[in-house]
């Protein structure tokens, strides 16, 4: 197979799942991160806990664990996976203003969890917007990406900083 080539597509240009029997389970990590763009006062609302629906920040925190736990049912060609961990890290940011979503994902395996962290990054930020948009409709969700990958027969990456 030639490198950068598509490994979800046959021959014909099927889409398939990828046959990672006869790879070696190797500890992999990935981080992915995005944002949520809202009025100074939407921000305010959030940190001092006042939403009518309850903890923003806890219940996106859960939600993002959740759906990296959820990703083969999500996206179709995505192995199941034994995650060792998920972690998903919310922080205001007063310059956006608005919520910057940093999510984790790790597993001993035979393929990686990029897809686990930026499902996890994805729904935490849809969950902030869900908890929000009574407040604030004009919300924005942005910057979902890869910042980091470890492991696996392709090796590390680091996304530049941006």
């Not at 996106?60 to 736990?69: D, N, P, Q, S």
Request: proline letters at 3%; charged letters at 25%.
């Amino acid at each position: 197979m030639a490198a950068g080539s598509l490994t979800h597509l046959g021959a014909s240009g099927e889409a398939n799942m990828v046959d990672v029997g006869s790879k070696a389970e190797t500890e992999r990590t990935a981080v992915a991160s995005g944002a949520v763009r809202m009025l100074p006062e939407t921000l305010a609302v959030i940190l001092a806990g006042d939403a009518r629906k309850g903890d923003v920040l806890g219940t996106a925190r859960l939600a993002g664990i959740m759906a990296a736990k959820r990703t083969s049912d999500l996206i179709p060609l995505c192995h199941p996976l034994l995650l060792t961990k998920v972690s998903v890290d919310i922080e205001a940011d007063e310059a956006l203003p608005g919520l910057r979503v940093t999510a984790l994902a790790r597993v001993s395996g035979k393929t990686g969890v990029e897809m686990e962290a930026l499902t996890a990054a994805s729904v935490a930020c849809l969950t902030i917007y869900d908890m929000a948009k009574a407040i604030d409709r004009s919300m924005t969700i942005s910057d979902i990406r890869l910042l980091e990958k470890t492991g696996g027969k392709s090796g590390d990456y680091r996304a530049e900083p941006g």
